[in-house]
C-alpha cells in the first residue's frame, strides 16, 4: 500500500491556461475527495466521489472547475481559464467508508502568475 | 451547517511543557470528530477520532482528546511535547455529509 499518490506536486502556470492534476487513492477505497487549502487556511471541501459517481460538490467548484473518476479509480481535477486567486494547495483524500479514516495524498500546490 | 473553530491560530510553548489546543464545534446534528496534523510541504496525517463511546480518545505519538457535548469542545492535549511535535495541527468535524469540515489550524512550535 502506497498511500494516496498526487501528480503532479507543483505546479505553475499562466493565468487562463488550464490544469489537470491526477490523484490515485489507496485501491480499496470507494471513496475520494477533494479539498482546498489556501495559505493559513485549514482544508475546505471541494467535492467527492463514491466509486465512480460524484455525489456532492461545494458551492466552491465553479464551472471552471470540473472533476472525473472513470471506473471508480483514479480522480481527476481540470481547472479551466485558471486565476490567480486559484492558487492553493489541491488535497486528494481516499476513505473506505463513512466514519473512518480519510487518507490525505502530498498535494497539488499549484501557482498562477 | 457545521463549523470548526481553532481558538488559538499559534501555540508556542518550551520542549517537555504540556500542551493543549483548543476545538469548538457548532452542528445541528451528531458528529465525528477528527484531530489531523500537517508538516510543512506535506498532506495530513490522522493523530485519533472520536466517532463514540468513550469521550477521551487516544491518538498517535502520545495525544489524546476529550469529547465533551456539553461546551461542544474537542481539544488536544499532550503531557509533555518533543521539537518534533512542531507543526500545524486541524480539527474537523464529519456529520450528515461526507465531507470533513476544517478550522483554520493551530500551528504549534516547540521551542528548546
Known amino acids: 500500500d502506497t498511500g494516496v499518490s498526487q501528480n503532479p506536486r507543483h505546479k505553475i502556470t499562466k493565468r487562463g491556461q488550464n490544469v489537470t492534476f491526477r490523484c490515485d487513492p489507496i485501491?480499496?477505497?470507494?471513496?475520494l475527495y477533494w479539498y482546498r487549502q489556501t495559505l493559513g487556511q485549514g482544508p475546505e471541501f471541494l467535492t467527492y466521489f463514491q466509486n465512480e459517481a460524484q455525489l456532492e460538490k461545494s458551492r466552491l467548484l465553479s464551472d471552471r472547475f470540473s472533476a472525473e473518476r472513470p471506473k471508480g479509480s483514479f480522480s481527476t481535477l481540470e481547472i479551466q481559464r485558471t486565476e490567480q486567486g486559484d492558487s492553493a494547495m489541491y488535497l486528494c483524500?481516499?476513505?473506505?467508508?463513512?466514519?473512518?479514516?480519510?487518507?490525505f495524498g502530498q498535494g497539488t500546490r499549484l501557482t498562477v502568475v | 451547517a457545521q463549523s470548526v473553530t481553532q481558538l488559538d491560530s499559534q501555540v508556542p510553548v518550551f520542549e517537555e511543557a504540556p500542551v493543549e489546543l483548543r476545538c469548538n464545534y457548532s452542528?445541528?446534528?451528531?458528529?465525528?470528530l477528527f484531530w489531523y496534523v500537517q508538516y510543512p510541504n506535506q498532506g495530513l496525517q490522522l493523530l485519533l477520532k472520536y466517532l463514540s463511546g468513550s469521550t477521551l480518545v487516544k491518538g498517535i505519538n502520545g495525544f489524546e482528546a476529550e469529547f465533551n457535548k456539553s461546551q461542544t469542545s474537542f481539544h488536544l492535549r499532550k503531557p509533555s511535547v518533543h521539537i518534533s511535535d512542531t507543526a500545524e495541527y486541524f480539527c474537523a468535524a464529519q456529520g450528515g455529509s461526507e465531507k470533513l469540515v476544517f478550522g483554520k489550524g493551530t500551528k504549534l512550535t516547540v521551542n528548546p
Open positions: 483524500a481516499s476513505s473506505f467508508r463513512w466514519g473512518t479514516e480519510a487518507f
Open positions: 485501491s480499496e477505497h470507494n471513496r
Open positions: 452542528s445541528s446534528v451528531s458528529v465525528y
